[in-house]
C-alpha cells in the first residue's frame, strides 16, 4: 500500500515503490528479512529522501547508496553492520539524520558537512578513538551502550553540537565537550573525577553524572552555572548545604540525588514550583517560607 500525503509518497515495500518511482520519496523497507540492499532502491529511486532498513539483517552497505542525492534520513538501526566504507555516507550532501544503532560497529569513520543527528548506541565501539568524526553541523550524538574507554574529541569537529549521551561505557574522565553543550549525560561510567579543565560551560543545562563512582562535590558546580536538571543518583555527593546549592544553581529545576528522601521531595516540590521571577538572594528564603517555616531577615537585594 503506497500513502500518498500532500508533500511525499510513502512505499512500504519496494514493489510498491517501483510502481511510481519518479514520486516516492519515502521507502520504509524495515522487518523484511533483508541481508543486503537491493540495487533497485539506488538505480530505479532517485526522489528518495526517506530510507528505513531498520530491524534486517544487512551486514554490508553498497557503493550505490551515495546516488541517493536526496536523501535526508537514513535508518539502519538493528541490523549486523560490523563496518562502513570511509566516506561513504559522507557523500550524501544532504543527509540529516543518520541512525545506526544495535549493530556490530567497532569503529566509524566520517565526515559529513551536513548531518545533524547521529545515533551509534548499543554497537561494539571500544579502544582510545574507534570513531573519528568531521560532522560540523552535528547537534545530537549517541554514544551509549558501547565499550568505550577513552574518547579524544576535538571541539573544532563539533562547532554545533547540544546533545552527547556517553551513558553505559567504561570511560574514567570526562573528554573535553563543546562548550556549548545543552545536555550532556554520562551516566553508568567509571568516572573517577569531573575535571571540566578548568572550563566553564554556560549552555550546559541538562548534566546526568548517576551511578559513577566519583564524588561529586560542590565546587564541581562552579564549571555549569546554569543547570536546570542534574542527576547524581547513586554517585556519591558532598553537597555545601541547601543554601549554597541554591545559591550556585539559580536556575534549578529537577534535582536527583545527593539528599535524604524527605529532603528531596520537599526540593522537588519547591523546585517544581518556585517562579523563575524569584532572585538567588530570595531562593532561601522562599524555600522555608514554602515548607511553612519562618525564614528569617530578608536579604537585600
Same mark, same amino acid.
Given at each position: 500500500?503506497?500513502?500518498?500525503?500532500?508533500?511525499?509518497?510513502?512505499?512500504?515495500?519496494?514493489? @510498491?515503490?517501483?510502481?511510481?518511482?519518479?514520486?516516492?520519496?519515502?521507502?520504509?523497507?524495515?522487518?523484511?528479512?533483508?541481508?543486503?540492499?537491493?540495487?533497485?532502491?539506488?538505480?530505479?529511486?532517485?526522489?528518495?529522501?526517506?530510507?528505513?532498513? !531498520?530491524?534486517?539483517?544487512?551486514?554490508?552497505?553498497?557503493?550505490?547508496?551515495?546516488?541517493?542525492?536526496?536523501?535526508?534520513?537514513?535508518?539502519?538501526?538493528?541490523?549486523?553492520?560490523?563496518?562502513?566504507?570511509?566516506?561513504?555516507?559522507?557523500?550524501?550532501?544532504?543527509?540529516?539524520?543518520?541512525?545506526?544503532?544495535?549493530?556490530?560497529?567497532?569503529?566509524? !569513520?566520517?565526515?559529513?558537512?551536513?548531518?545533524?543527528?547521529?545515533?551509534?548506541?548499543?554497537?561494539?565501539?571500544?579502544?582510545?578513538?574507534?570513531?573519528?568524526?568531521?560532522?560540523?553541523?552535528?547537534?545530537?550524538?549517541?554514544?551509549?551502550?558501547?565499550?568505550?574507554?577513552? /574518547?579524544?574529541?576535538?571541539?573544532?569537529?563539533?562547532?554545533?553540537?547540544?546533545?552527547?549521551?556517553?551513558?553505559?561505557?567504561?570511560?574514567? @574522565?570526562?573528554?573535553?565537550?563543546?562548550?556549548?553543550?545543552?545536555?550532556?549525560?554520562?551516566?553508568?561510567?567509571?568516572?573517577?573525577?569531573?575535571?571540566?579543565?578548568?572550563?566553564?560551560?554556560?549552555?550546559?543545562?541538562?548534566?546526568?553524572?548517576?551511578?559513577?563512582?566519583?564524588?561529586?562535590?560542590?565546587?564541581?558546580?562552579?564549571?555549569?552555572?546554569?543547570?536546570?536538571?542534574?542527576?547524581?543518583?547513586?554517585?556519591?555527593?558532598?553537597?555545601?548545604? /541547601?543554601?549554597?546549592?541554591?545559591?550556585?544553581?539559580?536556575?534549578?529545576?529537577?534535582?536527583?540525588?545527593? /539528599?535524604?528522601?524527605?529532603?528531596?521531595?520537599?526540593?522537588?516540590?519547591?523546585?517544581?514550583?518556585?517562579?523563575?521571577?524569584?532572585?538567588?538572594?530570595?531562593?532561601?528564603?522562599?524555600?522555608?517560607?514554602?515548607?511553612?517555616?519562618?525564614?528569617?531577615?530578608?536579604?537585600?537585594?
Amino acid at each position: 500500500m503506497i500513502v500518498i500525503s500532500k508533500h511525499f509518497m510513502q512505499a512500504h515495500s519496494l514493489e @510498491e515503490a517501483l510502481e511510481n518511482p519518479q514520486q516516492v520519496t519515502s521507502l520504509v523497507l524495515s522487518n523484511q528479512e533483508l541481508t543486503r540492499v537491493p540495487a533497485k532502491v539506488w538505480k530505479k529511486l532517485p526522489h528518495l529522501e526517506s530510507l528505513d532498513l !531498520s530491524h534486517n539483517k544487512i551486514k554490508k552497505l553498497p557503493k550505490g547508496l551515495q546516488n541517493l542525492t536526496q536523501l535526508r534520513r537514513l535508518q539502519l538501526g538493528f541490523n549486523q553492520i560490523t563496518r562502513i566504507e570511509e566516506n561513504l555516507l559522507g557523500l550524501l550532501p544532504q543527509l540529516k539524520h543518520l541512525d545506526l544503532r544495535k549493530n556490530r560497529l567497532r569503529q566509524l !569513520s566520517l565526515a559529513s558537512t551536513s548531518l545533524e543527528t547521529l545515533d551509534l548506541s548499543e554497537n561494539r565501539l571500544q579502544g582510545v578513538s574507534p570513531v573519528q568524526l568531521f560532522c560540523p553541523e552535528l547537534l545530537h550524538l549517541n554514544l551509549s551502550s558501547n565499550k568505550l574507554a577513552m /574518547l579524544s574529541f576535538e571541539e573544532a569537529d563539533f562547532p554545533s553540537l547540544q546533545y552527547l549521551n556517553l551513558s553505559r561505557n567504561k570511560l574514567p @574522565e570526562l573528554p573535553i565537550v563543546p562548550v556549548h553543550l545543552y545536555a550532556l549525560v554520562i551516566n553508568h561510567n567509571r568516572l573517577k573525577k569531573l575535571n571540566t579543565r578548568g572550563r566553564i560551560l554556560p549552555s550546559l543545562q541538562r548534566l546526568e553524572v548517576s551511578h559513577n563512582p566519583l564524588e561529586f562535590q560542590a565546587q564541581h558546580l562552579n564549571s555549569f552555572p546554569n543547570l536546570s536538571y542534574l542527576d547524581v543518583r547513586y554517585t556519591p555527593t558532598t553537597w555545601p548545604g /541547601l543554601s549554597a546549592l541554591l545559591h550556585r544553581l539559580p536556575k534549578l529545576r529537577h534535582l536527583y540525588g545527593g /539528599l535524604s528522601r524527605k529532603l528531596q521531595d520537599q526540593v522537588a516540590g519547591f523546585l517544581a514550583e518556585v517562579p523563575p521571577s524569584v532572585s538567588v538572594a530570595l531562593n532561601e528564603v522562599v524555600f522555608y517560607l514554602w515548607l511553612g517555616f519562618a525564614a528569617g531577615p530578608v536579604p537585600a537585594e
